[in-house]
């Protein structure tokens, strides 16, 4: 399967743990993004990177939260000292940008599901 | 500042007839870009169908049609013969700018689509 993969798909821990994330976007893509989405609402976004850089954060993005992407392919995104209200799903997305590739089509992956208790 | 509004939260819809959600947005760029996604109960976001602002035809894809009328800022999903797998959320979303600096993706709050057999 060539599609967008996320790890774990569902994280349950306590509150004041740390807790990472990983995305695995599609190999050729170069932009990768990060979005929450609570119960009943849409997806918010969080961070993108092209490459390694990160580009753009939310103001949602508080300094408990660090995202990466060292090599520019997969990207962690890590929360410190969890609180109950980061319980979300966690979805990650890569498109694909260049000239002629303005990116258009972000193609998510399956989330993690985040439950602190 | 952007916005989404899908102003229906649940429709039901019978096998075979097409059903149409509603979505409206607000911005004052000029360039934008319009996506639907489907959201099963597994979670994973799928890409259904693209707008951009400057196109003069509404998009198809398959049974998926976009209903776009720029001077009302709406876009509206329609699908056509409708299957029982087409039950889930479905949430339009906007992007700003054409594949620049501006890539976040402002989504709406979502329709939760039920097909009766």
């Known amino acids: 399967d060539t599609g967008v993969s996320q790890d774990p798909r569902h994280k349950i821990t306590k509150r004041g743990q740390n807790v990472t994330f990983r995305c695995d976007p599609i190999?050729?893509?170069?932009?990768l993004y990060w979005y929450r989405q609570t119960l009943g609402q849409g997806p918010e976004f969080l961070t993108y990177?092209?490459?390694?850089?990160?580009?753009?954060k939310s103001r949602l993005l508080s300094d408990r939260f660090s995202a990466e992407r060292p090599k520019g392919s997969f990207s962690t995104l890590e929360i410190q000292r969890t609180e109950q209200g980061d319980s979300a799903m966690y979805l990650c997305?890569?498109?694909?940008f260049g000239v002629g590739l303005p990116g258009l089509e972000q193609y998510f992956g399956p989330g993690t599901r985040l439950t602190v208790t | 500042a952007q916005k989404i509004t899908q102003t229906q939260p649940g429709m039901f819809v019978q096998e075979k007839e097409a059903v149409t959600l509603d979505c409206t947005y607000d911005?004052?760029?000029?360039?934008?870009?319009l996506f639907w996604y489907k959201q099963p109960s597994s979670g994973e976001m799928i890409f259904l169908i693209y707008?951009?602002?400057?196109?003069?035809q509404n998009a198809t894809e398959g049974r998926y049609s976009l209903n776009f009328q720029k001077a009302r800022k709406s876009a509206n999903l329609v699908i056509s013969a409708s299957q029982l797998g087409d039950s889930a959320m479905y949430f339009c979303?906007?992007?700003?700018?054409?594949?620049?600096?501006?890539?976040?993706?402002?989504f709406g709050t979502g329709t939760l689509l039920a097909v009766q057999p």
């Open positions: 979303a906007m992007r700003e700018g054409y594949g620049g600096a501006t890539n976040k993706l402002i």
């Open positions: 997305a890569s498109s694909l």
């Open positions: 190999s050729e893509h170069n932009r």
């Open positions: 707008q951009g602002s400057y196109d003069e």
């Open positions: 990177f092209q490459n390694e850089a990160q580009l753009e």
């Open positions: 911005t004052s760029d000029q360039s934008y870009g």
